[in-house]
């Protein structure tokens, strides 16, 4: 039995060998050349080494991008040869030759493009069919600097505060607060149920006083729930109501209609909840 071996990638490439490898211009070139010919289906393309080197806006001369084109092949690369691919044969043109993505590298560079907007990637604060549940005011969605928040504009509270993906706002305001709502789901249930929505790691629960969870609000619950992941970080505020039903309160159209404001007073099964990155 092993004791507390290295944490490696799958490809058995140690965390600091994994940022070291794309930590260089050419490599990096290399595999955004590779997810761009990728696309969003079908097997990983294969670019012959001239096709690929003629995508990479590099000077290096051939022999240096041979260098490093060939530090990713195993780890993020494969090379194919006469149509063999180093994972599935069955899936490679028996004409193929050339570079691919390997499944590690196209979670990296997918992880890198979901993280990646186009043109400004904030959304203004837009008024949701909702009264503060303190004080009747108006709750807002806002979204800047990869947070989606939704806060009272009136007093301040702040009902959610999530580390979301820019990718929300390809749309009007509507559909980036619905998307927001849609993938917000995903990522607290995963950890209302026990499992890192990032590295799939189990996570750990503690509970905690909201005073110390240390995110910028007024706050007026007595406990929450904090779910982390010891292994990439990631954590989630759940209020313990939460713990089993992990819906946000937000998840309704932007516009007004007064029925969902009569059913925000009449029941109590959306009292104020929130949750961090
Ligand atoms: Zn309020
Ligand atoms: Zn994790």
Partial sequence: MQDDPEPTTYGAVTPDEAFSLIGNDVRAEILRALSD?????????????????????????SSRF??????????????????????????????DGGYALRPEGTM??????????????????TALDLDCYF??????????????KIQCADCEYLYE????????LNGDAETAISNASEYNRAVRLAFARGVCPLCGNGVGTTFVAPSETGYPRPDRREACINRSCDHCGRIDILRVARRSSPTPAYSRSATSTASTRRRRRSGDSNSPSQTAT
């Avoid at 990983?44 to 806006?57: I, K, N």
């Avoid at 090379?79 to 044969?89: A, P, Y």
């Avoid at 004080?135 to 989606?148: I, K, P, Q, W």
């Avoid at 505060?161 to 929300?168: A, E, H, S, V």
């Fill in 66 to 95: 041979n260098y490093h084109l060939q530090q990713l092949v195993g780890r993020f690369v494969e090379r194919r040869e006469d149509g063999h691919s180093q994972l599935v044969d069955s899936v490679v043109d028996p004409d």
């Fill in 37 to 61: 010919e990728r696309g969003g289906d079908g097997t990983p393309p294969t670019l012959s080494f001239s096709e690929l080197r003629s995508r990479v806006d590099s000077e290096v001369d």
């Fill in 108 to 125: 990296l560079t997918r992880t890198i493009r979901a993280e990646t907007a186009t043109g400004e990637a904030t959304l203004p604060p």
């Fill in 135 to 148: 004080c009747d005011g108006t709750v807002e969605a806002t979204y800047e600097n990869a947070l989606f």
């Fill in 161 to 168: 505060y999530d580390l979301t993906p820019p990718g929300i």
